[in-house]
């Protein structure tokens, strides 16, 4: 078959990857695409947000599949147009996406759901935000509850600070529309985990664990990042874990979206606490996690095309999913200054040395210029590996990484440290 993957970062590298190797898939295009991924890929240089770009181009190419990568078209209606207009989409539409792209509802509805969450309130006014802040006392949680790219997150150690970050959010216009209501939460304490589902109607499959680096530096200190690196399986999540997730989390709340009309069909991404009150939620994402998508389809061992055809055409149930016994890791390599400014147009060396000792790299930020690969964003590729343990597959990244010739270039030279230490534990 034909799948057309929309997007061009990282996540995308990885999906395109796995669908080339699937026996289902004779070809994939991508609209935008990357260097990285015109090796897999037919790339097309329309945006992942240009809505009617892709409109155009779905009818030009009649795929049989259409795979959303990231969450700004989902949450425009992409997948909802698409449908309309007859493409089978692994992509939920706009109504259910709206648990990732307003923080506000998506709380709400776990209250009603009963999911386990933190306390929160939903704030537009500065004053009674101050307020709430002052009365529950810091450490406090700031969000802005609109799409902010993985950053709209305070976690506040003083009322100082989590009053500055409500004050930008509503009053300063931090962050734009997406911080004109802001989310004041009670601040959990615990590992955290990324459960990524499989949901086609009324049928949720489980994929394997998997752990994301959020903080920019090592020993996870620093601001917040969109990843900066990741693995799986994570070894806090045992089969108890998974399956209260499974049973407290995932089932509940996409019975509550069915209740309210909204039928998911997609990715539903429970980013999860393990406190010691039992499992809570942190967040909902309703696509790929990026990077934890680079680990998981390097252990994926099923046909990823034919696993996301049924998904999209309601053929889901007693589908099973096949994984390397192994752990996969992801060290994301940025610019060096993200999160905030960067140099751009840096030309990047010795990728198919790193690619040589045994890593796939799959590229984020990334363009071709004068026949050079140079960075383009912030996260800009995801060096992965696969070994027996998590101990051998850090290793085998951060060799491979030696081989990287970018100085403006930076990466924790930590990821996974959690995964061996628990390793090690259990020897
Ligand atoms: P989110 O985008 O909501 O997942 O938040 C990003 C990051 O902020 C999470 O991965 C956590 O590290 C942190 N965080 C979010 N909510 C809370 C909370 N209620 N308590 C403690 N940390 C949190
Ligand atoms: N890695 C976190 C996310 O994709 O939201």
């Known amino acids: 078959m034909k799948v057309l993957v929309v997007g061009g970062g990282g996540r995308e590298h990885a999906l395109c990857w796995k669908l080339k190797r699937s026996d289902s898939v004779g070809e994939v295009i991508c609209a935008p695409g990357n ?56 992509g939920p539409d ?76 509503l009053a300063g216009n931090a962050f734009g529309e997406a911080g004109s209501q802001v989310i004041i939460e009670e601040c959990l304490v615990g590992e955290e985990a990324s459960c990524l589902f499989i949901v086609s109607g009324d049928t949720i499959l489980p994929l394997a664990s998997s752990q994301d680096h959020k903080a920019l530096l090592d020993g996870d200190k620093g601001p917040n990042t969109g990843g900066m690196g990741a693995y799986s399986p994570a070894p806090c999540v045992t089969d108890a874990v998974a399956d209260e997730v499974l049973e407290t989390i995932a089932k509940p709340i996409i019975a509550a979206l069915k209740k309210k009309g909204a039928e998911f069909i997609g990715i539903l991404y429970a980013g999860v606490m393990l406190t010691k009150d039992g499992v809570k939620t942190l967040e909902f994402n309703v696509r790929f ?50 999160p905030a400014d960067f140099k751009k147009g840096q030309p990047i060396g010795g990728l198919d040395a790193v690619e040589a000792s045994g890593a796939t790299v799959f590229h984020a930020g990334t363009a071709e210029k004068d026949g050079a690969i140079v960075n383009t964003g912030g996260r800009v590729l995801g060096v992965t590996a696969v070994a027996v343990s998590a101990k051998e597959a850090q290793r085998k990244v951060y060799t491979a990484l030696e081989s990287l010739d970018w100085p403006g270039g930076f990466y924790r030279r930590d990821i996974g440290y959690r995964a061996v230490a628990q390793e090690e534990q259990a020897d």
Request: negative net charge.
């Open 94 to 169: 706009k109504a259910a996406a709206n648990l990732e792209g307003s923080k506000s509802f998506s709380k709400r509805l776990m209250h009603e759901a009963g999911v386990p969450t933190a306390r929160f309130e939903v704030h537009v006014d500065v004053e009674e935000a101050v307020e709430t802040i002052r009365s529950w006392g810091a450490p406090i949680v700031i969000k802005a509850s609109g799409l902010a790219a993985g950053k709209g997150v305070i976690v506040a150690q003083t009322e100082k600070e989590a009053i500055a970050a409500a004050r930008d959010m």
């Open 35 to 90: 260097p990285g991924i015109s090796r897999e890929a037919r790339c097309v240089n329309i945006a992942a947000d240009d809505i009617v770009g892709l409109m155009a181009l779905a009818t030009t190419e009649k795929p049989d599949l259409v795979v959303v990568g990231p969450e700004v078209p989902l949450v425009a209606g992409l997948g909802n147009q698409l449908r309309e207009a007859g493409f089978a989409v692994f």
């Open 289 to 338: 996690g990026d990077p934890e998508c680079q680990p998981l389809m390097s252990r994926l061992k099923s046909d990823l095309g034919e696993v996301l055809l049924a998904a999209a055409e309601k053929r889901l149930d007693g589908v099973e999913l096949e994984w390397d016994a192994g752990t996969a890791l992801c060290v994301v390599v940025s610019s060096e200054g993200y």
